[in-house]
Nanobody
Framework: QVQLVESGGGLVQPGGSLRLSCEASGFTISNYTVNWYRQVPGKERELVTWITSSSGSTNYVDSVKGRFSGSRNNAKNTVYLQMNNLKPEDTAVYYC?????????WGQGTQVTVSS
């Protein structure tokens, strides 16, 4: 069964850093594009970045460009989101997702809170 599990969230001060993990089971994550989204309660889920399978390149929305970066560890079947220079507006639940065999899968999310 396909499963995605996010971890690594927490409370950080503005300007701090976190690395989120998205561990996959039931499929080889390196063969698929992985998307990172974030959501604030009561608001739409927002695309943050996506990591392609063919080239491994990472793309970012303008609000996080230069601050966030993605990577893969194929041995651990895990994708990461490194978040630097965090801002209060980055506070959200962060989700990873992947479209696997005609189904879009989501993890349970991990909370990121940026506050003094």
């Amino acid at each position: 069964q396909v499963q995605l599990v996010e971890s690594g969230g927490g409370l950080v001060q503005p300007g701090g850093s976190l690395r989120l993990s998205c561990e996959a089971s039931g499929f080889t994550i390196s063969n698929y594009t992985v998307n990172w989204y974030r959501q604030v309660p009561g608001k739409e889920r927002e695309l943050v970045t996506w990591i392609t399978s063919s080239s491994g390149s990472t793309n970012y929305v303008d609000s996080v460009k230069g601050r966030f970066s993605g990577s893969r560890n194929n041995a651990k079947n895990t994708v990461y989101l490194q978040m630097n220079n965090l801002k209060p507006e980055d506070t959200a639940v962060y989700y990873c997702s992947a479209f696997v065999r005609l189904v879009l899968y989501w993890g349970q999310g991990t909370q990121v809170t940026v506050s003094s």
